[in-house]
T-cell receptor
Framework: GAVVSQHPSWVICKSGTSVKIECRSLDFQATTMFWYRQFPKQSLMLMATSNEGSKATYEQGVEKDKFLINHASLTLSTLTVTSAHPEDSSFYIC??????????FGPGTRLTVL | GEDVEQSLFLSVREGDSSVINCTYTDSSSTYLYWYKQEPGAGLQLLTYIFSNMDMKQDQRLTVLLNKKDKHLSLRIADTQTGDSAIYFCAESIRKDSSYKLIFGSGTRLLVRP
């Protein structure tokens, strides 16, 4: 399967600042990547589908102006949490789309907003 | 609707078999998946099954699919302490030209020595 990395693995920031999380597909050209968030002891919630060279598709209830996604190349998608607040603290995980309809996940990024 | 349900917790002795169950609601799912998540880590794809199959075996893992009852199970033979983790069942939902995965809430497997 595809090898996926995320950077940083954890980040602590002050309320009101913006944080960028990178998702890289190391051995696979990914036209499509996905961004999820996971609260403690809960399941994964799909935030958006990131498409290379075009706008991301956001799930209902996810603010696109708050969670900016950029997929500028076939190996890199970024998620920027703008004006972060404590309620944005979560575990953010990306995945790359492979065949057939399978996803390979990154190791996740833990965001803590103070 | 889109809903995937799993039991929350399973405890087994090392060497025994573990069976984790899952039910889903969307009969049009093309694939069903089992993922493993260890503490603080991402998800590892264990196996997946195409919806027109009843069973798939991969080393210690056996997946059974009952499409009529919308029931999926994962059997782990000779369970080891390293198998302790959270196991997520997921179904794929086709939407226009794309798809998305719907995950269950996860089953925490504890393997006792």
């Amino acid at each position: 399967g595809a090898v996926v990395s995320q950077h940083p693995s954890w980040v602590i920031c002050k309320s009101g600042t913006s944080v960028k999380i990178e998702c890289r597909s190391l051995d696979f050209q990914a036209t499509t990547m996905f961004w999820y968030r996971q609260f403690p002891k809960q399941s994964l919630m799909l935030m958006a589908t990131s498409n290379e060279g075009s706008k991301a598709t956001y799930e209902q209830g996810v603010e696109k102006d708050k969670f900016l996604i950029n997929h500028a190349s076939l190996t890199l998608s970024t998620l920027t949490v703008t004006s972060a607040h404590p309620e944005d603290s979560s575990f953010y995980i990306c995945s790359v789309d492979s065949v057939p309809d399978t996803q390979y996940f990154g190791p996740g990024t833990r965001l803590t907003v103070l | 609707g889109e809903d995937v349900e799993q039991s929350l917790f399973l405890s087994v002795r090392e060497g025994d078999s573990s069976v984790i169950n899952c039910t889903y609601t969307d009969s049009s799912s093309t694939y069903l998946y089992w993922y493993k998540q260890e503490p603080g880590a991402g998800l590892q794809l264990l196996t997946y099954i195409f919806s027109n199959m009843d069973m798939k075996q991969d080393q210690r893992l056996t997946v059974l699919l009952n499409k009529k009852d919308k029931h999926l199970s994962l059997r782990i033979a000779d369970t080891q302490t390293g198998d302790s983790a959270i196991y997520f069942c997921a179904e794929s939902i086709r939407k226009d030209s794309s798809y998305k995965l719907i995950f269950g809430s996860g089953t925490r497997l504890l393997v006792r020595p």
